[in-house]
């Protein structure tokens, strides 16, 4: 006789497309950007084929412009961007902080619709022939010189938007309103602090993009020109008002990552974090100076070289908050218990790969330095140890955490551990050659290449196909949970936490009591000061 | 308990509806008068006064929490951000000898 | 605010309710009040989310018109000169004309939050709502009459586009960005009317009172807002430097 | 010159040589601390591992003065890269004065390059090896970036104005030449060969080179067939500013604002006339947006700038033609 809980707490299309649970949207969502990651993830493939041999042999050069454009789109705005936060962040929020579900559940589901309708146009998009921008929508290609679908496109990057934008409101307020009695804000899990921080991103700077795509919309369909150089107008505004969300939006995606990263590494050390306070205000630093670098996009555009050192200089202070949550992880790990579960093996591997990603960050910022990899595969290969190697291994550590919880099911460890095994050393085999590439002076987007870097470019189509294995292992192994694996206890890691003390998967309004906070969480010892100054 | 919020006297409303109306006409007199760049301070005064007085007294931020002064405060401050930090791009291009505007 | 909400600085939203607050169990002094939602603990909680739900999204509402504001300085800069000829060729009268209409629809905005907070009737209420719709009418209409006229004397930026000043392409960058911002603020007021005609509807069903009156107050909030970008907008667009030389 | 599996690029030019020893000094910072980090979580998650079920980790809640260490140690470290690519960013974009001037054009999906005597390459570009060359590029249509790895130097080509480039190269060779901005179709079809020889090559090159008129003399010539000649004369009747000896001197406009005769000023007033008229003269001048190519209004540049400038560019041999020196002083 099973218990009655939210899985099974209504049935029926119905009770799962108009459902107002936070815990059902989050399935929801996990669901379809599972579906949009498994449309990126086989435009990325078609790229690593391409890129195989030197010649552009394997597809037309359009085409080959059009598989970046929409990896870029759809991994970006429909998997990386709401990842976190609409599937872990809807399912863990109210619980983590003791409600029965975000303060606006009716806006929330309107959100998963909105970020459908958006889904849709760039489906349409593609599939009635594509865009070949790239995801940058850079005027004036895309408003003057593209022959393709990027009125679609664009209106499905503005619409999706406000599917963001709703999920940050929601998650703002539902901190502030909606906390369990005697839960401080020093109490909260460092996981709400990340969201937070990244919720205050979505409001604060989706909206600018919003209003520059649906502005390059105007000025390709209603001839506006507003960024159009014949009338005066500015191409490098455009790339201004892009970046201010657009680099901002890379926090997005990986501050949500850090708070997973936060929370298992207290749970698989069984200790508290060390320096809670610097872990959680560094995530809102990373918010707000992430709001200031953004030229760092426009080095080499013709911005003008003061703006240039400006944004120099404050692209190398985003870097420290970074560097001391990485720092804080790493004493935290000290006299820990440390136990290597999978999810703890994808903590250490975001930890390793967002190093990397971190560090050739200061490469980029290094502005003199910047100029000869600027728009190369170094590029490439930064922001995809930052994205792949920091957001998705946070993501993926996140689903192993929570999946018993989310699923009342426990996966093959085993199985697990290989799938983390394989999508370090795949990942690593792709992306690291490309940073070598990038010195060597390969543009990005190219379609075809001299042959002196074919090399690295078989090293890193093969190091994808790793890389795809390893991706396809956890859907497989998920969904034999589901109907296969051992019922989860409330808390199989021995982790302290709310969403541990409820059972799982937790019952339709989480708690049957409202719970009463007096401590913070993951306090497993006897709190006693240990100095070690 | 519900009934926390203020609620103000009519005459107040009828008050800072007056101030806008004033300030409106003074923003269409002063822009008849030749300040010079002055004209552009005193238009963009009077429009930050006026907005003031509807968020203030109007949308109740005058009687409000400080989380709501501090969220409508953010939102010019980030808007001071995006127009502080995209300006100097603009306002020091051709600066550095040799290069172009 | 009162005393209930003095405690909010200090604790979190739920400290309004006794320490220990179990389901169903009367005691919980507003739990049973009709308008309130399933997850929230009482009225006073419900209410000040939503108004900061609409609080946050106003801020996202000025970034939205951020990026418009941005390019405007920006292309103002460049062109000082150009803009001030192509702003001359606005409407002076109908703008001001437009700014007071819009002010009046402010107050009587205020004064229908304020007839549901002081539990007025219905009436009463549905008066100023409707008050407040018919001058956002006004306005669109007015503007209306402004759209007509620039699309005769072909100032609408675009192939057909037509300038007899000096300053023929700053003059198209600047109708550019006069379309973009009336028009997208000219949604907002429509989007309002629609919030407006919804608000309406439910005072006069007699669902606000002293006790309920969030979507009023939530309602308002965001005319206000459409209110604000329009005092902004107004000497931006109409009164760029130089009417005195005329 | 192309090895099958080259690990690290040729450096060509003067720049190179500061870009990589940047380089290397962040990757030997950044490589320390990746270590640091790795060994560091390896060592511990090995030393700490757990040993039995209920075993918990000692409550340690953190100590300010690691805080600090680790804040501003890294703090510093980083003020020393954002110096040091400040200071070599600020080289890369200063161009010396008296550099042998190219102008670029690129177009999908080419690039143009004219020589100041005449010479004019697609998709090549032939420069001497020890001598600063300024390449001033335009775009007939979408953003381009030019990108030459060996030399470590690039920067956009953006309609609407010109961007700055300059290197010295400082090692014969030939090397890639990259469209580095996404420009549409064939953008990565968009490269070419840089070409650096020894001056006496170089020159050798240009003189048995394909030599068209030069810039400055198409320039003229574009100046009497588009009529410009007709206002910008030299007698009374002028109803236009005289050009001669105009370039690089500082204008009085309309409305009291003041220009510098440059690059990015012709090409406005040329395309729009009416965005700076010079004061004491009527806004009467017709745009010639469409009617010239960018390489026609950068002939035309070069035109003016051969009536005479402030502070030529003390350059010889391929350079800007000979200008009569005119007096530096407004």
Redesign the interface.
Known sequence: METLNYLNNGHGAASWLLTRDHKRIALLYLVSITAFFAIGGLFAFMIRLELLTPA?DVMT??TY?KMFTMHGVVMVFFFLIPSIPAVLGNFLIPIMIG???????R?NLLSWYIYILGGAFTLVAALSGGV???WTF?T??ST???NSHVITAAMGVFITGFSS?LT???F???V?????????WFRLPLFVWSMYATSLIF??????I???VL?VA?ERG?????FD?????????FQ??FW?YSHPAVYIMILPAMGVISEIVQAF????I?????VAFSSLAIAIIG??V??HH?????????????F??LS??V??PS??K???W??T????????DSSMLYA?GF??LF??GG??G??L????????I???YFVIAHFHYIMVGGAIMGYMGGLHYWWPKMSGRMYSEGWAKLAAGLIFVGFNLTFFPQF?LG???M??????????FQ?FNVASTLGATVLAVGYALPLVYFIHSIFYGEKAPADPW?AKGLEWEIPSPPPT?NF???P?VTHGTH??????????? | MAVAHHVAPKSMYYMVFGALIVGTLLTVGAAKVDMGPLNNVVMLAIACTKASLVILFFMHVRWSSRLTWVVAMAGFFWLLILFGVGLTDYLTRGWVPGTLR | MSDGHAHAEHFPGRTHMPPVHVEGVPGAPHAHHPKLQHHFDNMPQQAEASTLGMWVFLVTEIMFFGGLFMAYLIYRQANPEGFAEASHHLNVFWGALNTIVLIVSSLTMALGVRAAQTSAPPKTQVFWIVVTMMFGATFLGIKAIEYADKFRLNHVPGPNFHWEGQHAAAAQMFYSLYFCMTGLHAIHMIIGLGIMTVIATMAWKRQFDADYYTPVEVAGLYWHFVDIVWIFLFPLLYLIGGHFVE | MFTNLPLFPVEGSVQAGQVDALYFFMLAVTAFFSLLIGVLVVFFAIKYRRRHDDEVGVAIHGSLALELLWTIIPFFIMMVMFGWGAKVFYNLYRPPAGAMEIYIVGKQWMWKAQHMDGVREINELHVPVGRPVKLTMGSEDVIHSFFIPAFRVKADVVPGRYNVLWFTASKAGTYHLFCSQYCGTKHSGMIGSVIAMDPNDFQAWLGGGNASDTPAAAGEKLFTDLACITCHRDDAQARAPQLKGLFGHTVQLQGGATAVVDEAYIRESILNPQAKVVSGFQPIMPTFQGLVTEEQILQLIAYVRSLGQVAPPATTGGAAPAAPQTPGKD
Do not use: C
Request: hydrophobic content about 50%; overall charge neutral; proline content about 6%.
């Open positions: 552009g050069a359009d412009n409600a029965k579900d975000l303060a606006f559940p806006v070949d921008t790239g850079y004036p290609y003057a010189a593209a934008i940050g409101l929601n703002i307020v539902t502030h309103r909606m906390r369990a009695p005697g839960l401080t409001i604060l700077g989706t909206p600018v919003a209003i520059t502005l105007a209603l001839h506006m020109g507003i150089p014949a009338l005066g107008g500015d191409p490098i505004l201004h008002l201010f050390t069984r200790k508290n060390f320096g809670y306070s610097f709001f200031l953004w030229g426009l080095f080499v555009s013709g911005q003008s070289v003061y703006a240039g050192l400006m120099s200089l190398f202070m870097a420290i560097a001391v990485v720092f804080n790493t004493a790990i000290y006299k820990g218990s440390v136990q290597l250490f930890i390793g190093t990397i560090l050739t200061l490469f910022a290094a502005v003199g330095l910047d100029v000869h600027h728009d190369t070598i010195y060597l002076g543009p990005r987007r190219y379609h075809a290449y001299p042959p002196e090399v021995g309004e049957v009591v409202t009463i306090q497993y010892a006897p709190s006693k000061e240990v100095g070690i100054v």
